[in-house]
């Protein structure tokens, strides 16, 4: 008897795909040149030694190689990219400022209606600058700062200076001195000692304009005692151009803190999403990734946490969803480098329709992180024989005072579930959704409601007969 | 010392962990001759590698996949030794085939080449040992199993620590084939060793077990890849290992289902015991689908000894290196036990003692 197919749609993007009218008040030549960097540097006021670190970076740009491993990256053109494209709006923190256009795509992605619900602070990206930033009194009056990068090395330069680029230094890879050498925009937190930020504070980034790339640099400091739920969203329309994306995020969790930091990531088909993410955790501190990987044409993003504390701690929950003409190479990467760290990675990822989904992880135990514990799980589910699916973990430990254990599946939807859920009277398309939403359930439970609910949506599957 | 890559990892990841190739160290010694013969007693079915006949060229080709240039090449130019093994069409061959070969100060470097043609429906055990003080051994065995062949591959290596030990196992698998390969490996200075299997036909099967055994400052390499092609093909990996002192060891273990292995099933697993505070272990288990009609699983555990299996035993008497040493050997035995030569898999457990009481 022959196996009919799951149908499940793709992700809605419409609301996505709107775009704007492309009208920037300025933008730099296409390509990266030295005197591009400089242009970039004059536009945005930089203080002298940022325009030289982003010269030195340029030139580590050139010195390395593209990356020997993971997805052809051979359609990035870079001299047909345009780093820097300053929209029609100045950085206000009154939403009724905003120009209109950008305004109602930002309304449309339900921005200010999250802020008024479920935020504490909403900065809001358009191209390469900050458009909006705002945050609730209460938190300002406790010394939390929440802006856009630019303010932020205006205003707290010594604080910039000490931290920007130290934990992804732009000799790391390509993509991290292309960052270094062209960055702008962003968002820059800073939580005092002892200060728990309870309602989470977001910032949104999107990319309107064809061609060009967006290269925002997140930096959040949590300090001692401190805590923070940190959100980031970002999309784009469609174009038939390639646009990049090699952000950058660096994240100081101090002793006994805690961050969680959530991203929905759901660019659309044309963009090369190349981003960097750290975080260095000290004494008992905890980060904790919460990461959806659904847009973009192809991706490389592998959130890396240093545990650099006694006791510190990681928790990575990441779903990835690669569909047609996508190559969503995710994962994460943990460098256990003091005793009793601990670890805790749970991906699952779904491909269909001819998407290529990778997860590549590592977790490295150093000499020094005795009594490090790790474990790792990931699952996978193919809907159907034109997709990919694979899964390539690296442990590499050091010492014997170590307890790893990794376990990772690959399958399709069990029929033997879907029989047992029929004979409780369930349809079989229902018990087939029932299955696949229990799959991704464990990330789901772990984002914020409107999260979650997107998520649902990512999952309101249409299914016609059995997954065979 | 120069360099070359030995084997590739199917599905290169960041170079800093440094687990994309497999490398090891080009021999410096000359090649001589090796002019003993590793059969105990002649046999019809076993003859030297070069009276292979023209016409089974194409299925060395086709069990090629593991002789990854330069690796291959550097055997096929330089062999001092080698057979070629015939099971003919439905023979069952009770009594393991075993070659032996045995490094000294006369022959100290072997560079052997095997072919092993299981006919259809034939069922065999090789064994191959490698014991001994060398310099350096390099060796390529290539399997093609027929049809509804049964072919079970031992290999078993106990050269001093002294000794470079590069090995490469290439096999393709009919519909209805099964290959068994049960390798124990605890000798040698450095180790590099890769096996590829291929499971062509519908309804074959791979079955692989090993063991390892890392101390004093010796490095293990190994790249296992089973690639499932046919339908309702089964494989399995089982992967038990120990490490002390300085020693290092990688173990790559890749589970590949192509598109078109509907029904395939494929299991993976790896215990490591550390044992020194010094060891380095990576592990690297590989999974690569482009078929959604299988059933793939991979585990991999890292750690110490199990406190409440060593607490029980100096329980009952034992001191803490016996309890140890105890513990390895409960570990090992399933993999022992496959080794079907008594005399030889005593001499595995002997040697694995003996490096144990020097920890």
């Not at chain 1, 009218?21 to 591009?36: F, M, R, S």
């Not at chain 1, 006694?310 to 190479?329: I, K, P």
């Not at chain 2, 288990?285 to 750690?303: K, R, T």
Request: hydrophobic share 40%; charged share 25%; with cysteine.
């Amino acid at each position: 008897m022959e196996k009919k197919k799951t149908f499940i749609e793709d992700i809605e993007r419409t609301l996505y795909d709107i775009k704007n009218e492309d009208k920037p008040i300025y933008q730099t030549q296409q390509g990266l040149t030295a005197d591009i960097i400089r242009d970039i540097s004059q536009q945005k006021h930089d203080p002298a030694w940022m325009l030289e670190f982003r010269l030195k970076s340029l030139d580590v740009y050139h010195q390395l190689a593209l990356p020997s491993w993971g997805p052809d990256l051979s359609e990035l053109h870079m001299d047909e990219i345009v780093t820097y494209v300053r929209p029609d709006a100045k950085m206000t923190g009154n939403w009724q400022e905003v120009p209109k256009d950008i305004k109602d795509t930002f309304d449309r992605l339900g921005i200010p209606e999250a802020e008024k619900t479920s935020l504490a602070g909403v900065g809001a990206q358009y191209d390469s600058e900050v458009v909006y930033h705002s945050i609730q009194e209460s938190l300002t009056k406790q010394g939390v700062v929440y802006t856009d990068m630019e303010t932020a090395l205006r205003e707290h330069e010594d604080i910039v200076k000490e931290y920007f680029m130290k934990l992804v230094p732009p000799k790391d890879h390509k993509f991290a001195a292309l960052h270094g050498a062209v960055w702008s925009g962003g968002s820059f937190v800073y939580v005092p000692e002892g200060v728990q930020v309870k309602i989470p504070l977001q910032s949104y980034f999107r990319l309107n304009a064809p061609g060009a790339g967006q290269f925002e640099h997140t930096l959040i400091i949590v300090e001692k005692g401190a805590s923070l739920h940190f959100i980031e969203g970002c999309s784009a329309p469609k174009y038939n151009v390639t646009n990049l994306h090699a952000g950058c995020v660096e994240l100081y969790v101090k002793e006994g803190a805690r961050l969680r930091y959530s991203t929905i990531e759901n660019w659309s088909r044309n963009m090369m999403n190349l981003n960097t993410k750290r975080a260095l955790v000290e004494k008992d501190g905890i980060i904790e990734w919460v990461s959806g990987s659904f847009g973009s044409h192809i991706s490389m993003l592998y959130p890396c946490s240093i545990l650099h504390g006694e006791h510190a701690r990681c928790d990575f929950t990441g779903v990835t969803f690669a569909s047609h003409g996508q190559h969503l190479d995710t994962g994460a990467s943990v460098i256990h480098a003091a005793p009793y760290t601990l670890s805790n990675i749970s991906t699952r990822s779904i491909s269909k329709a001819g998407g290529i989904a990778l997860y590549r992880s590592a977790v490295k135990v150093t000499e020094k992180a005795h009594h490090a514990k790790s474990s790792v799980n990931c699952e996978s589910l193919m809907l159907d024989d034109i997709s990919r699916s694979d899964t390539l973990p690296v442990m590499d430990i050091q010492g014997d005072e170590a307890d790893i254990g990794h376990e990772a599946r690959i399958g399709r939807i069990s029929d033997e579930a879907v029989f047992y859920l029929m004979s409780r009277g369930i349809s079989e398309e229902e018990a087939r959704a029932m299955i696949v939403r229990g799959f991704v359930e464990p990330i789901a439970k772990a984002l914020p409601l409107e999260y979650a609910v997107e998520m649902n949506n990512l999952v309101n599957l249409e299914l016609e007969g059995t997954m065979g | 010392m120069k360099q070359e890559i030995y084997s590739p990892i199917p599905e290169r990841t960041w170079r800093w962990l440094g687990v994309n190739d497999t490398r090891y160290s080009l021999p410096t010694a000359e090649v001589g001759s090796y002019n003993k013969s590793p059969l105990a007693a002649p046999d019809a079915r076993v003859r030297a590698i070069e009276e292979l006949p023209e016409k089974f060229r194409e299925f060395v080709q086709k069990a090629e996949n593991a002789a990854v240039p330069p690796a291959a090449a550097f055997v096929e130019e330089k062999k001092n030794s080698g057979s070629f093994i015939e099971i003919a069409a439905n023979d069952t061959v009770e009594t393991p085939i075993y070659l032996d070969y045995i490094l000294d100060e006369a022959s100290p470097v072997l560079v052997d080449e095997q072919f092993i043609y299981a006919r259809r429906g034939s069922k065999a055990t090789v064994v191959i040992s490698y014991r001994g003080d060398g310099a350096f051994h390099r060796g390529l065995t290539r399997i093609y199993a027929e049809p509804e062949a049964e072919i079970h591959l031992v290999k078993v290596q106990l050269l001093s620590t002294q000794t470079n030990h590069a090995d490469s196992v290439g096999v393709y698998v009919d519909k209805d084939a099964c290959f068994r390969f049960t390798a124990a490996e605890p000798g040698a200075a450095e180790s590099a060793t890769t096996l590829m299997v291929q499971l062509a036909g519908d309804n074959g099967e791979a079955d692989c077990e090993s063991l390892y055994f890392g101390d004093e400052t010796r490095s293990i390499d190994m790249n296992y890849i089973l690639r499932q092609q046919g339908k309702n093909t089964t494989a399995s990996m089982e992967v038990h290992g120990a490490l002390l002192d300085e020693s290092q060891k990688i173990f790559r273990g890749t589970l590949d289902f192509q598109r078109g292995a509907k029904g395939s099933v494929g299991r993976e697993n790896e215990e490591v015991v550390l044992l020194s505070p010094k060891v380095r272990n990576r592990s690297v288990p590989l999974m690569l689908s482009g078929e959604d009609d299988v059933d793939g699983h991979h585990a991999v555990s890292i750690g110490k000894m199990d406190e409440n299996k060593l607490f029980y035993l100096m329980s009952r008497g034992l001191d803490l290196p016996e309890a140890q040493r105890l513990v390895v050997e409960a570990a090992f035995n399933p993999v022992l036990e496959r080794v079907p030569l008594e005399s030889l898999r005593a001499e595995i457990n002997a040697y694995i003692q003996r490096r144990l009481c020097h920890a």
